[in-house]
Each structure stands twice: as structure tokens, then as C-alpha cells.
């Protein structure tokens, strides 16, 4: 099973084919270039490199956030296209599980983050279990200190993501020799990941995704959560 | 003759939208899903709001388009998706669509400016007669664009500040009617009577430029005064006034691009081309100069695929194309 993996989550731009979980070939740029212009490209460049062709193609996975919201939605746009135009299924997976695959072998838990600015992180806890990432906590967005406050019950972690290092020195002050941080290509999603992780699940027979299924932003825009905010006071409007 | 079908894909603002168009002028299916009720509450568009409306609809929308009008992917002659001006998130969800499925089925893409779209919306009714002036009146936008012929675009004239629709909503709200503003004003002024004298703004003698904030801001005076001096507000005769002003400058602008061009077709387009007073103050003075008046029927009025399908043809046939690197642009020029 040929699996087209894309993932726009973050600044990181990556492209992968797996076959029956394993790498065919994978693109990853970390050039903080659009996305949109990007993207469709380095597809057609990637399968060309590897002699397939579209028709080739027997699912596509990709990363449905937490992450940029733009990033998210040209990714998973692309991928829902490109899997309904085919008829193929289409697999939205985590971009926090896709980055804790990185870890899987680290012998404690996994914290991927990706800031959220405003102190405020997207995270979640996981560990690797048979070569996946599996949450052990529910992922979300929150304020990093009482993240960190939560974690000191859970042993040694590992931290994960490009954005780590601005929040470093308070995760050292929080947790001492408890957090240990992710070195080099440790921090970014890997797009032969979102791969893997989305063969596991069809291989287990999971049903796939609808054609309206929304990506996961962990949150309301401002303009919704303003509005049920002023509901929850009795406001007009 | 072989049949030319191109989809068409719309998403600049708050309508997630496809259609087929055969030939150019015929539509086969044109498929709107309207966010207009989950804006309201918001008192107007909000981008991420809308943005994220279109990544969940877009899918459904276009397998609706194709199946309506019986046309498998591979059918298709080509693609074409509104590339601006618009809303940047909004305009990214269509581009990406577009060329996801240009490269998924091998037909060709060609990007469209949304204005251009509004003017063709005209051609799906009746076919445009070149050469011609277009009066393009929208919540975004109030141009003058001269057409000497099919994809040929030359812009006479543009809103210096607020575009007329943007006028009229802003008024609405002061006038405390829901969004969006336009019908509204519109319904409510023929119930009064132009009897406020509001400045219009000519501009220099020859200019065909427009300019909407002036007026917008002579209707907020007024009410601030009247409410100051505890007078009361006869609604009906503001929203007469007000749109009077509005209907006056643009009748008056496009009939002189028109002579100032030379040509007798004038066609209207754009979301306040559904505005009854300007179709009845443009069909009058067109009638005096012996101008031909087109508009396009009230549901090709708002934003729609089948006017960017129809555009798109054009484009197509002009032998253009885009490459998988197109992008979404905000401010995308018409010329």
C-alpha cells in the first residue's frame, strides 16, 4: 500500500511516499517559505524522482494540526482532494503524534509542542508503544507553566519540537533533570511518520475520514469564543 | 464542436462555491453554500471563521458541481479558480483544491481574477457584445473596466476609500438593520423619500473614480446630530437619501466612461447589481443616451463559480495556463 503523506503544520514544509509503512522517499524543507506555492510542487517532484504516478497512489495521509491554522488547511485541503478526486481514502493523523514518533524509543514519556503564542502551547503527552506514538494524555492547548505543573508527576520526559528551545530555561526550572530535550531532526515532524501512523490505522481496518471533516485547531477562532463568551454573560446579540 | 467544460471554483470571501460552464455561456450546475448565517452573528465576515467554513465544505461542493451537471473529472477541459482578490485564508482553500485536483486528473488550471468573474456572470444570460464598459459594485470592490474584447480588461476607474456595498453596510449598522446591509437599505428606501441632501463626491471633472467614505460618514453626522438634539430619525427617508447619493454618482461615472469610450454596451455586475434603485436609475439614463444595459439575474449577482467558470473559459481558450505553483493573491490585479 503506496501512502502519500503531507505535512504543513508548522514552518516545516514535508513530503513523504511509504509503501507498507516504509520509506520510498521523503522532501522536507525547512525554508519558512509559502506553503501555498510549495507544496503542489514538491509532490509532482517527489513522485517524479520516484517513478509513480498519481494512479500509484493508494491513500494519503496528512497532518491535521494542532499547528499553523493556514498551514493546516492548505495541507489538509490538498490531501482531501487529491483522495477524493482518486477515490482513495484519506487519512488525517495528528501533527503532536507525528512529531512524537521521533521519541518513540526514549524510555519515559513524550512532550511534542509547537507554540501557541501568548505562553500558551499545543501539546500533548505520549509514549511509543510497537513502533507508534500513543497518547496517554489528551492533546490540547494550554498555558505552558501549568502544563509543566501537570507533567512533574509523570517521570522523565522527553521535549520535542522546533519551538522548545524558546521555553527551555523554564522547563529546566520546572522539572531539573526530569526534562530532556530532543536534539536536531528530533524537532521536526517527520512526513515517512505521518505515514506510518497512517497505515497502522488502516491496517486495522479504522474507517477513514468524510469528505466535511474539519482539521483539528484545538480551539475556537477569537471571533467564536468572544461570541459564546458574551452568551455565556446573558448579552444580546 | 467538440464541448469545452470547465469547472469553476469560487472562494474569496463567504461562499464556498463550483459550478460547470459548457462553452462558456451555458451553465451546466452552479453550487453555492452560503456562510451568510453563521457571519451574521458577527455583524460581518469574519476571515478565520470563513476560512475554516470552506476547508470542511469545499469537497462536497465540488462532487455536488460535477454530479448536477453529469460530467466526470476527466471530461473536463479545464479548471479555473478564483485567485483574487479576496480574502487571503479564504482564496488559499480554493487555489489549493484547484490545483490538487488539476494534478490528480492531469487537466489544465488557469486562475481568475473575481472581478473579471462578475462581468462574465453577465455572459451566462446573454452573450457580452464588445466593445463594452462593466460597472462592477460589490462589497469589495466599485470599478469602471472597459472590454474591448473576450479577456481583454482596461480599468477606467475605482473607489478611492470604500467600496459601495462596504457604504452600505456601514450605514445599515448605524441604522441598526442586519447584515448584510444592502437589501435591507434598499427595501427600506422605498418606504421614503430622498428628502436629505448628502454630498456626492465627483472628484476631479474627468475623473471616473469613485469615493464612498465621505457620504458614509455625512450619514453617521447626521444621525449623531439629530440624536444629540433629540430629534427623531425618519429611517425610511435616510436610507433614501443615502442610496439616492450612491445610485446618483454611479449612474452618472459609468454613462461617462461609457461615452467617454465610445461604446453602447454597459453591463452591470457585482453583489449591489442585485440592488433594485440602480437598476432602475441605470436602465433610465441608458434608455436617454441609447446604451445598452445588461445585468446578470439576481442569483448570478452575488459570488458564485459559474461567472469564474465562464471567465475561466476565455482565459483557457487564450491559450493561458497556471502552473502547480499558483497562488492565492489578496490583492490581485485585474490590469
Known sequence: MKILAIDTSTLVL?????????????????????????????????????????????????????????????????????????????????????????????PGKIVPLFDARRHRVYTGLFRGNEGVSVPVKEERVTDLTAWLKELREEGPLLFLGEDVSRFREEMVRMLGGQAVFGMGRENAVSATHLGQLAFARLRSGEKTEDMEAAPNYLQLTEAEAKWVRSRKRGEPR | MKKCWVLGIETSCDETAAAVVENGDRLCSNVISSQMQIHRRFGGVVPEVASRRHVEKITGILQQALDEAGVRQEELSA????????????????????????????????????????????????????????????????????????????????TRDDAAGEAYDKVARVLGLTYPGGPEIDRLAKQGKPVIDFPRAWLEPDSLDFSFSGLKSAV???????EQ???RVDKADLAASFQEAVMEVLTEKAVRAARFKGVSNLVLAGGVSANSALRESLAARCRQEGIQLSFPPLELCTDNAAMIAAAGTYRFLDGERAGLELNAEPNLKLV
Open chain 1, 14 to 106: 514535508g513530503v513523504a511516499v511509504t509503501e507498507e509503512g516504509s520509506l520510498l522517499g521523503e522532501v522536507t524543507t525547512n525554508l519558512h517559505k509559502n506553503h501555498s506555492v510549495r507544496l503542489m510542487p514538491t509532490i509532482a517532484r517527489l513522485l517524479k524522482e520516484l517513478e509513480l504516478q498519481v494512479e500509484d497512489l493508494d491513500a494519503v495521509a496528512v497532518a491535521a494540526g494542532p499547528g499553523s491554522y493556514t498551514g493546516i488547511r492548505i495541507g489538509f485541503t490538498t490531501a482531501k482532494t487529491i483522495a477524493w478526486s482518486r477515490g482513495i481514502p484519506w487519512v488525517p493523523v495528528s501533527s503532536l503524534a507525528a512529531l512524537a514518533m521521533n521519541g518513540i524509543r526514549f
Open chain 2, 79 to 158: 479548471i479555473a479558480v478564483t485567485q483574487g482578490p479576496g480574502l487571503v485564508g479564504a482564496l488559499l482553500i480554493g487555489v489549493a483544491a484547484a490545483k490538487a485536483l488539476s494534478f490528480a486528473t492531469g487537466v489544465p488550471l488557469v486562475g481568475v481574477h473575481h472581478i473579471a468573474g462578475h462581468i462574465y456572470a453577465n455572459h451566462l444570460v446573454k452573450p457580452l457584445r464588445f466593445p463594452l464598459v462593466a460597472l462592477v459594485v460589490s462589497g469589495g470592490h466599485t470599478e469602471l473596466i472597459h472590454m474591448p474584447e473576450h479577456n481583454r480588461f482596461e480599468r477606467l476607474g475605482r
Open chain 2, 229 to 231: 438634539r433629540g430629534e
Open chain 2, 220 to 226: 453617521i453626522n447626521y444621525l449623531h446630530n439629530a
